[in-house]
């Protein structure tokens, strides 16, 4: 093979291998905003049919059966569900993937109270998560793209294995006292570059977390539910839509007991399950509403907002939007600054590594090239 040859084949390599990675991470970037539009089209449909008097069954098949190709194989998929006899929300819970679990709930709590069009809201306001997601994944993309690459861990690791050892010799030889960040740097070489990949593991998985989106997070349950209600902004998203939903519902008359159980159900999170059905236990004994709330809310501000709400006139929805505003403007605020603080905190990790790198370097070389004129 000819040397322009070579080249030209090496080029185009390089290209179409710079191209795949491109769009692997506009797909990556983008997942939230795919699981959105998938969402946001079957809501749209259900609605449109409704309103013309169709049920949501009807509606599902006739748009799979309309050969419409940007529905997508999992719109199909829950078509054919319907057609073998499932109900609606049953045929959603049966295609692990398409919508989240929250929604699918949300959905279920609507199908109970006897409507539909009422939960339709809560689930577009579910929606709007996704934009939060990608803006956030902007942040940890830079961070994959120009920190936590695999270049530094082997670069490292190739100098601690052929070019640390090379300088020790030629120091023994030289006779020169090995000082400095050198040693420190030869000794612990190992213990560094498993800081590296350990930080790279944990970013990665992450990142792997974020594309699978809510298949993965089916498939880690009690795991992922556990870490939503620990880390602050998403168990304020579970507490705005649960109170968003129990609004919905005591609106259209639901007992607040039954209320509480379905808006709990719809946020599909063991760990707020769990704590609504202390809450319900006391709706039984006697205690009211704003009372029971307590264990859902640790800061006591649902508890208040909630009693306000009771007496005021428009019903709870209207009363309680002001809060739901509240938490939205609050998780897009810990959600930002959470992703500002991680890239800025494994930047300056980063920077110390290489920058210790450099030192120890140049510290043995200085070491050597003044003894040099000795020899």
């Known amino acids: 093979m000819s040397p322009t040859?070579?080249?030209?084949?090496i080029s185009l390599s390089a290209i179409t291998a710079g191209g795949g990675l491109i769009y692997l991470a506009y797909w990556a970037l983008s997942a939230p905003l795919r699981h959105r539009e998938r969402a946001r089209v079957l809501l749209d449909l259900v609605e449109?049919?409704?309103?013309?008097?169709?049920?949501?069954?009807?509606t599902i098949v006739g748009a799979a059966e309309s050969g419409d190709p940007s529905l997508g194989w999992r719109f199909k998929l829950v078509g054919h569900l319907v057609?073998?006899?499932?109900?609606?929300?049953?045929a959603l819970e049966a295609a692990p993937g398409f919508l989240s679990q929250q929604m699918v709930a949300t959905l279920k709590a609507g199908q109970e109270m006897g409507d539909l069009t009422k939960v339709l809201g809560a689930c577009r306001a579910q929606l709007k998560d996704a934009v939060t997601e990608v803006w956030t994944a902007h942040h940890y993309l830079m961070l994959l793209a120009?920190?936590?690459?695999?270049?530094?861990?082997?670069?490292?690791?190739?100098?601690?294995?052929?070019?640390?050892?090379?300088?020790?010799?030629?120091a023994q030889d030289m006779e020169v006292?090995?000082?400095?960040?050198?040693?420190?740097?030869?000794?612990?070489?190992?213990?560094?570059?498993?800081?590296?990949?350990?930080l790279a593991l944990i970013f990665y998985g992450a990142a792997i977390l974020y594309i699978g989106g809510p298949r993965l997070s089916r498939v880690l349950g009690p795991l992922s539910e556990q870490v939503a209600w620990w880390v602050s902004w998403r168990r304020k998203r579970l507490q705005r839509d649960f109170s968003r939903l129990l609004a919905i519902l005591l609106d259209a008359g639901l007992p607040e007991a039954r209320a509480v159980t379905l808006a709990a159900e719809a946020t599909a999170n063991r760990v707020f399950i769990g704590r609504a059905k202390a809450a319900v236990e006391d709706l039984k004994q006697g205690v009211a509403l704003p009372g029971a709330v307590r264990r859902l809310d640790d800061a006591g501000e649902f508890r208040w907002r909630l009693s306000n709400a009771a007496q005021a006139r428009g019903g709870f929805m209207t009363a309680l939007a002001g809060w739901h505003e509240a938490l939205?403007?609050?998780?897009?605020?810990?959600?930002?600054?959470?992703?500002?603080?991680?890239?800025?905190?494994?930047?300056?990790?980063?920077?110390?590594?290489?920058?210790?790198?450099?030192?120890?370097?140049f510290q043995m070389l200085i070491s050597i090239t003044e003894v040099a004129p000795l020899w």
């Open 5 to 9: 040859v070579l080249i030209i084949v």
């Open 48 to 58: 449109s049919g409704l309103k013309h008097g169709q049920s949501a069954e009807q």
């Open 83 to 90: 057609r073998q006899g499932l109900a609606f929300v049953q």
């Open 146 to 170: 120009f920190v936590l690459t695999p270049a530094w861990v082997i670069t490292f690791g190739m100098m601690s294995v052929f070019i640390f050892p090379r300088f020790t010799q030629i």
């Open 177 to 198: 006292a090995v000082t400095g960040l050198f040693p420190f740097m030869l000794r612990h070489a190992g213990v560094l570059v498993l800081i590296q990949v350990g």
């Open 328 to 361: 939205d403007a609050k998780v897009f605020q810990q959600e930002q600054a959470a992703a500002q603080l991680i890239t800025t905190a494994l930047v300056l990790v980063n920077g110390l590594f290489v920058g210790s790198l450099v030192v120890a370097v």
